[in-house]
């Protein structure tokens, strides 16, 4: 008899106890990469990096075009410059805010374009397999005989030089990397049992691709993609530096290194600040994918 008072009194408590909300996937792989020191810090200079270069209009900046031969090469630091000046007298601080534009939509736009179509192709040929997998593995086999940087260059030459073409080459290069990845991924989920149930249940195969399986391989896919733009910018910058890239007078980080590299000797420290940029940018991309690769990891 003792026994039902204390059984009432833990129902009664169990169900005056506030509910507890499940915590979601992305709530927390949102909340381990807050936790993540080093990625906010990256982030927070990416974030920096983008709002300079998108206000930069409206930042009362020096017109990052006008030169004056009698104020070039100016030091770091001089009075109204400084970053100092470039070999034709232009404002360095104005031009690498306004080189951030160009660089990071060379260096950016690649990986989406190649994210969107490699992740098309690498869905289709996890999922249907056979004959048309082998045909687009193969076919995407074959740009992996050439080096990034040497196809890159090959494609742009081949192109001409200009910002478009650039875009293009570089598409080009990522699309077979991010298609093998997602060609991978797909080809491990395919045979799961939601799939199966998807199947069973009359659902055709693009509902499936689209609806069951993409949402089950898009965070792998997303976290390579990032990682790949690091490489984006280094190889931007190189075409660029190459004269495959911007054509001058636009302020462009690698076009940049390639007409300041005969004012090394001079001053150096002006001289290495694109480079610097491009550095920077590509390291905290670097590490901000790594830091979200660990939060999605949920094994860890």
């Known amino acids: 008899m003792s026994e039902l008072p204390l059984s009432a009194t833990a129902d009664a408590a169990l169900q005056a106890a506030p509910a507890t909300k499940a915590r979601g996937y992305w709530a927390t792989v949102g909340r381990r990469i807050r936790r993540d020191k080093v990625s906010m810090a990256c982030a927070l200079v990416l ?3 983008f709002l300079s270069a998108i206000l930069a209009p409206w930042l009362g900046l020096e017109d990052p075009y006008k030169g004056s031969m009698i104020r070039r090469l100016r030091h770091i630091g001089t009075p109204g410059y400084p970053l100092g000046t470039d ?4 404002d ?18 690649p990986v989406i374009l190649a994210f969107g179509i490699g992740t098309s192709l690498g869905l289709i040929a996890g999922y249907v397999g056979g004959k048309l997998n082998t045909a687009i593995m193969r076919t995407i086999d074959v ?19 200009g910002i478009l073409n650039s875009i ?7 699309v077979p990397q991010i298609t093998r990845v997602a060609e991978s991924v797909t ?3 395919r045979n799961m049992d939601f799939v199966e149930a998807a199947r069973a249940s009359g659902a055709g195969p693009f509902t499936i691709m689209r609806v069951h ?20 910018m280094i190889l931007a910058a190189g075409l660029s530096f190459l004269g495959l890239g911007t054509k001058p007078p636009e302020p462009e980080w690698g076009l940049m290194l390639n007409t300041l590299r005969t004012a090394i000797y001079v001053n150096p420290w002006v001289a290495a600040l694109p480079g610097a940029m491009i550095f920077a940018v590509s390291i905290c991309f670097n590490l901000l994918s790594d830091g979200l690769r660990s939060a999605m990891d949920i094994r860890n």
């Open 47 to 49: 974030l920096l990096i």
């Open 187 to 189: 080809t491990g989920v």
């Open 168 to 174: 293009v080459s570089l598409t080009v290069v990522f």
């Open 143 to 161: 740009f992996y005989a050439f080096p990034s940087v040497l196809l890159a260059i090959a494609i742009s030459g081949a192109l001409g030089a």
């Open 92 to 109: 360095m601080l104005a031009r690498l805010i306004y080189g951030g534009r160009l660089s990071l939509v060379i260096g950016i736009l």
């Open 213 to 232: 399986i993409l949402g089950n391989v898009l965070g792998a896919i997303f976290v390579y993609a990032t990682s790949l733009i690091s490489v984006s």
């Open 87 to 90: 070999e034709l007298g232009r």
